[in-house]
């Protein structure tokens, strides 16, 4: 017999996949220290000059 506080946990907790991904995700970051406030997107652009030919669209879907 499982008590409320059992039942309310089970209730509350993420799926399966959801927690194995944020365990995977917390020790990743202390392995390699990594910072969970870097954003990729706030980076500048690097933009390499190349001469002539098509361009690709620099829209963003």
């Not at 995977?24 to 406030?37: E, T």
């Amino acid at each position: 017999v499982q008590s409320v506080t059992q039942l309310t946990n089970q209730l509350n907790a993420p799926s399966r996949d959801v927690a194995r991904r944020t365990r995977h995700r917390i020790a990743v970051r202390q392995k390699y220290g990594l910072d969970p406030s870097y954003d990729p997107d706030d980076e500048p652009e690097i933009r390499s000059t190349t001469k002539g030919g098509k361009k690709k669209s620099s829209r963003r879907h």
